[in-house]
């Protein structure tokens, strides 16, 4: 598991909710399995990581819900847009989230899809735990006062 990676490649889409709703316990990146049509889309931007998650099916950590929209040009051969994809992750990290998820009541959640520096698309995939009404409403208040703190500052100086 990298910690504090920086991602160099493009970002294609990004699951903005998940930081709201979710308390993110630690992230990793994960390789996905696509066909030709769907690299294609992807590079397009025809993607939406809304409402989608990942979960442990046979042994292996596949991506539900992920919508990647058909490519156009590809005619007959084109794609399911909602199918679920395989996670390509190696098997000590697949234990080690199928065992949070089912002990500790966790949840993998994707946060981004981008291109590697080598062009190979990846997700940010997140173990997370769930936030509470109260617990968002927090965090929202936490953010709000650091701001009328640093503005305070800002013109004081």
Not at 39 to 66: F, P, T
Not at 142 to 150: C, H, S
């Amino acid at each position: 598991m990298a910690r504090g990676r920086k991602t160099n490649g493009r970002i294609v889409a990004q699951n903005r909710k998940a930081r709201r709703d979710y308390l993110i316990e630690s992230s990793l990146e994960a390789g996905i399995e696509l066909l030709g049509s769907e690299v294609k889309s992807l590079r397009d931007g025809r993607v939406s990581l809304n409402e989608s998650y990942a979960q442990e099916r046979e042994g292996e950590i596949v991506l539900v819900n992920c919508y990647i929209g058909e490519y156009p040009g590809s005619g007959r051969f084109n794609h399911e847009p909602r199918r679920a994809r395989r996670l390509l992750i190696r098997r000590r990290e697949i234990d080690r989230l199928i065992g949070a998820v089912q002990r500790d009541g966790m949840t993998l959640v994707p946060l981004s899809i981008y291109f590697n520096e080598r062009g190979l698309a990846k997700v940010d995939l997140a173990l997370a735990r769930g936030k509470r009404k109260y617990e968002k409403r927090a965090t929202i208040k936490e953010r709000e006062w650091k701001r009328e703190k640093a503005r305070v500052l800002r013109d004081k100086s």
